[in-house]
Every structure is written in C-alpha cells, then in structure tokens.
T-cell receptor, first 112, second 112 residues
Framework: SQQGEEDPQALSIQEGENATMNCSYKTSINNLQWYRQNSGRGLVHLIL?????REKHSGRLRVTLDTSKKSSSLLITASRAADTASYFCATDAGNRDDKIIFGKGTRLHILP | EAQVTQNPRYLITVTGKKLTVTCSQNMNHEYMSWYRQDPGLGLRQIYY???????DKGDVPEGYKVSRKEKRNFPLILESPSPNQTSLYFCASRLHRDQPQHFGDGTRLSIL
C-alpha cells in the first residue's frame, strides 16, 4: 500500500529557478524522509524531519511538514543542472516496526 | 568508507533457479531493509530486520526470504524466481528508526 504520494509526478524548470515538490501521506508518522535518486542509481538521503518538527534546512534544501494536513514539501532553491533527478518521500509509520513506505517520486528536470 | 554493498549488481537468470542477493553494511547498523523498484511504482519494502535474528514482512514479501544471522549481512533469497520478480532491488540500512537510510547501489535482476 502506497502512503507517500508526491506531486507533481514530473517537473521541468529553468536553471536558477526554485523547485517545489509535495508529498502527502495517509497515517500518522514518526518521521518523513526525502531522498534523491539519479537515473537508476542508489538513493541518497537529503533530509529527515520528525513528526514534532515543522521545518528543516540543509544548504539549498528546505523541507516543511504539516502533520494536520499529512503533507510535506521539499523546496530546492536556485536549481542547478546537477539537481536533475527523481525525488522521493518516505514515511516511517510510527508503530513498533520498521515499515517504511515510499511515494512514487517526482522527476525533476533542470533546463539549461 | 561507510557503505552498503550489494552483489551481484546485475543478474539474468531463468525461472525457478534459486538465487541469493547479498547485502553487507560496515556501519554497525541495527536496521536493514530490502526494496524493489518498478517503473511507476516507486520503491516497495520487501522485508526488514530490526536486529540479528529479527526479520519481518514489508509491503511485498511474497516469493522472497531473508535471514539476519549477523548484524552486517542481510541476504535476499528467491527460492523459485518468476518473471514478475524482474526488478531493481535495493538494500538499505540505518542505525536507528530516527536516522536516515543508507542505500546500496542496487541489483538489477532479470528473470526469464
């Protein structure tokens, strides 16, 4: 069962613009993670935000979490060609297990 | 270097021929998971392990087995592979539930 759902499925923007991706989920969570994947390679962790946090920053990345709306957003500012990749959110369901549910991802393409 | 190592990276085999994909991490992580990634479906968790000798089903466990005899290793076993198990597989590990996952580079399996 899919919990995290990213929106949009695909996004193309000009280099230098900001990119925003959204993730919605269905049940309560312990934390939410964002990952980047370059074309069939392994996933790279970007930011983990806990359920009691509302916003986190890492360099050009900003993640927000709204637990009342069960949604999160990832903002990439001043995009670069190297940001071209697929981005996934993943939720830790918060039970006494380690079930992690990924969304289907957003494909981001940065145009030169 | 901290890493998650999967082998093999690529495998083409035939229906019914048992195979094992190995996963090893050198970070002393407690938690390990296996995922499969299929086009349009994102990553789906197959099995996870929260400690040695502790394993449990993820979202899509049918047709797979795992074992966790040592902390560093978490092999994925396909006893009788079928074509619908053709996919890209990832192993991941993390120290604790509130920590990000570290992913291997992936194993591309083709079952003919």
């Amino acid at each position: 069962s899919q919990q995290g759902e990213e929106d949009p499925q695909a996004l193309s923007i000009q280099e230098g613009e900001n990119a925003t991706m959204n993730c919605s989920y269905k049940t309560s969570i312990n934390n939410l993670q964002w990952y980047r994947q370059n074309s069939g390679r392994g996933l790279v962790h970007l930011i983990l935000i806990r359920s009691n946090e509302r916003e986190k920053h890492s360099g050009r990345l900003r993640v927000t979490l709204d637990t009342s709306k069960k949604s999160s957003s990832l903002l990439i500012t001043a995009s670069r060609a190297a940001d071209t990749a697929s981005y996934f959110c993943a939720t830790d369901a918060g039970n006494r297990d380690d079930k992690i549910i990924f969304g289907k991802g957003t494909r981001l393409h940065i145009l030169p | 270097e901290a890493q998650v190592t999967q082998n093999p990276r690529y495998l083409i085999t035939v229906t019914g021929k048992k195979l094992t994909v190995t996963c090893s991490q050198n970070m002393n992580h407690e938690y390990m998971s296996w995922y499969r990634q299929d086009p349009g479906l994102g990553l789906r968790q197959i099995y996870y392990s929260m400690n040695v000798e502790v394993t449990d089903k993820g979202d899509v466990p049918e047709g797979y087995k795992v074992s966790r005899k040592e902390k560093r290793n978490f092999p994925l076993i396909l006893e009788s592979p079928s074509p619908n198990q053709t996919s890209l597989y990832f192993c991941a590990s993390r120290l604790h539930r509130d920590q990000p996952q570290h992913f291997g580079d992936g194993t591309r399996l083709s079952i003919l």
